[in-house]
Structures are given as structure tokens and as C-alpha cells.
């Protein structure tokens, strides 16, 4: 993954921040809105793509744009900063191939030894309960 290649792929819209806030928030865009056309993309070999559209698929869009946004900060600089951050971490995160689960079976002393301590542990509770008297 070539962060500079990828990094002038991306498209940046600045817009305004919601919720409370006063003035500051209603005369400036500071929340940075970040979109990367996944699908267009020649950053990525089409299994690196395959894997980016099955591991990112709730983030996609129907065209295959990924869109990011962060309005944390008052400054669209340190914003803009950040979304690009978590866009590498998104991507770097959504690349990783999962390490195939190798079935693993119980050995005969571990099996029997489980069922040894069941036991004991039923005849413990058994022996707590009142005697029966018929």
C-alpha cells in the first residue's frame, strides 16, 4: 500500500460542523469530509480489492466509495490530518488476511481428567443436599 499514491486519489470537502457550538461553528467549515473511489483505484491489485469490498462493505457506498469524516477539531487542518490517519488505519486494518483456525483434538489424559473432576464435583453437590428418609 503506497500512502502517496493513495494520498492523491483522495477528494476533501470541508463543511460545516454540526450540533452545539455558537457562532464559531455556523460561519466556519472545520469538519472535513474525506471520499476514496475504491473501485477506480489503482493503488490496489484486484485481490487487495476484493478483499478491501468484502471487509469494508458496510462502509462502502453503491459506487464503491469509501467516505470518512471528522469534525473533532476546530481546525479543518488538524481534521483533515486526522480522517487521512484513519483512512490508512481503516485500510491497513481491512487488508489483513485472517489466519486459517487449525481444529485442534483433546488428548485422552485431558479428557479423562475433565470427566474425573465432574464427577467429584457431582458427588460434592450430591453429598450437600438434605438425606432423603423414605
Not at 469538519?31 to 478491501?52: A, G, I, Q, R, W
Amino acid at each position: 500500500m503506497n500512502k502517496e499514491t493513495i494520498y492523491k486519489e483522495l477528494q476533501f470537502k470541508a463543511v460545516r460542523s454540526s450540533g452545539a457550538g455558537g457562532q464559531h461553528v455556523n460561519k466556519v467549515s472545520s469538519k472535513v469530509e474525506l471520499y476514496f473511489d475504491l473501485t477506480n483505484s489503482p493503488s490496489f491489485s484486484e485481490e487487495e480489492k476484493e478483499l478491501l469490498f468484502k471487509n469494508l462493505a458496510t462502509r462502502l457506498t453503491k459506487e464503491g466509495v469509501l467516505q470518512l469524516s471528522s469534525g473533532e477539531s476546530r481546525s479543518q487542518h488538524t481534521n483533515k490530518e486526522k480522517v487521512v490517519k484513519r483512512l490508512f488505519e481503516v485500510l491497513a486494518k481491512a487488508l489483513i488476511i485472517p489466519k486459517k483456525r487449525k481444529p485442534t483434538k483433546m488428548s485422552k489424559t485431558q479428557k479423562l481428567k475433565r470427566l474425573d473432576n465432574k464427577q467429584k464435583l457431582a458427588t460434592k453437590k450430591s453429598l450437600r443436599k438434605k438425606p432423603d428418609l423414605d
